[in-house]
């Protein structure tokens, strides 16, 4: 006893369905509906309400009387609190951006480490990396130009037919777009000229038979 109360070498809250011996203090929930663990502020709360610290009581982590986050890496916190999350330290970090689901770019050119994205496979099997684009597949026996406002898609060319125009609302005239011949044996493509609102893909002859196109738009 000290003080009129009971220190303990242990802390423990409930019955843990799994022992951790190296954990000062543990608490189990007593049904799937209980919180774990309650932290509430007094109103216009001043003072931390949850602190970790170093040996030396150098505040590490802590979150703040109005449920911020905040410690030494700063920045990476910020990123978690809006939502985004990112390697502030070595590589790339996010950016927030109004009605972006993720952005990330790289550091400055003098850091040690910009690659804003490494993905490595060396010692994988499984497939490194999947994106699937929204995209409008024309149906084949239907050519000429089209209406396509995402950023993939085929479109078909009428036997002979050398330019096809696709209206795009994604599209700039900083629009990268590129296309490929998706049909065995035909044309191939010559160019692909984006403008504001639509891009014209035109090929190396006439089309022999009906061709099909795939594109990719990048903004």
Same mark, same amino acid.
């Given at each position: 006893m000290a003080g009129g109360k009971q220190q303990l070498d242990v802390l423990k809250v409930g019955i843990p369905a799994t022992a951790d011996a190296l954990a000062d203090a543990i608490i189990a929930t007593s049904a799937t509906t209980q919180k774990g663990l309650v932290v509430q502020a007094k109103a216009s709360q001043t003072a931390t309400?949850?602190?970790?610290q170093s040996s030396t009581g150098t505040v590490l982590f802590s979150v703040t009387g109005g449920g911020s986050l905040d410690g030494q890496n700063t920045a990476a916190i910020q $990123?978690? +609190?809006n939502g985004y999350f990112g390697n502030v330290v070595q590589g790339a970090f996010v950016d927030s951006k109004q009605g972006t689901d993720l952005k990330i770019r790289s550091r400055s050119a003098g850091d040690a480490y910009n690659d804003a994205i490494v993905i490595d496979n060396t010692n994988g099997t499984s497939t490194l990396?999947?994106? $699937?684009?929204?995209? +409008?597949?024309? &149906? &084949?026996? +239907?050519?000429?130009a089209q209406t396509i406002n995402k950023m993939a898609g085929r479109v078909n060319f009428a036997n002979l037919a050398s330019s096809l125009v696709v209206t795009n609302s994604l599209c700039t005239t900083s629009s990268i777009v590129v296309a490929t011949t998706g049909t065995s044996g035909s044309t191939g493509v010559l160019s692909v000229v984006p403008a504001a609102g639509s891009f014209t893909i035109t090929l190396t002859g006439g089309a022999v038979g009906e061709t099909a196109v795939n594109w990719v738009l990048f903004n």
């Open positions: 309400l949850i602190e970790c $990123n978690m +609190t990396l999947k994106v $699937n684009l929204d995209r +409008t597949i024309t &149906a &084949a026996g +239907t050519t000429g």
